[in-house]
Nanobody, 117 residues
Framework: QVQFVESGGGLAQPGGSRRLSCRVSRVITSTFWTYDLSWYRQAPGKQRELVASIFTDGSTNYADSVKGRFAISKDNSRKTVYLQMNNLRPEDTAVYYC????????WGQGTQVVVSS
């Protein structure tokens, strides 16, 4: 039911930056602020991993591998969650997905990020 459209991926050089966006549809705008939002990623041959989360109280949490480099944010009026990625590394290469805790079985197609020189 909940739909996600991730965008902003592409090819980046090591040390570069990209900003991912995820527009969430089929949710009520006035309640969007109540959702716990996350970014996941999955690299070939690896399990999907949680990258970053932003909670209803505005607090955030990051995987150790991205702390200090990535920042998650959201725009409640636009029903969009963002992931600012700085100082990218080759190991950041993956397909990135956004997710809502309250809709655990809903996933979009993701957006692919490739970090390579």
């Amino acid at each position: 039911q909940v739909q996600f459209v991730e965008s902003g991926g592409g090819l980046a050089q090591p040390g570069g930056s990209r900003r991912l966006s995820c527009r969430v549809s089929r949710v009520i705008t006035s309640t969007f602020w109540t959702y716990d939002l996350s970014w996941y990623r999955q690299a070939p041959g690896k399990q999907r991993e949680l990258v970053a989360s932003i909670f209803t109280d505005g607090s955030t949490n990051y995987a150790d591998s991205v702390k200090g480099r990535f920042a998650i944010s959201k725009d409640n009026s636009r029903k969009t969650v963002y992931l600012q990625m700085n100082n990218l590394r080759p190991e950041d290469t993956a397909v990135y997905y956004c997710h809502i805790l309250q809709a655990p079985d809903s996933w979009g197609q993701g957006t692919q990020v490739v970090v390579s020189s």
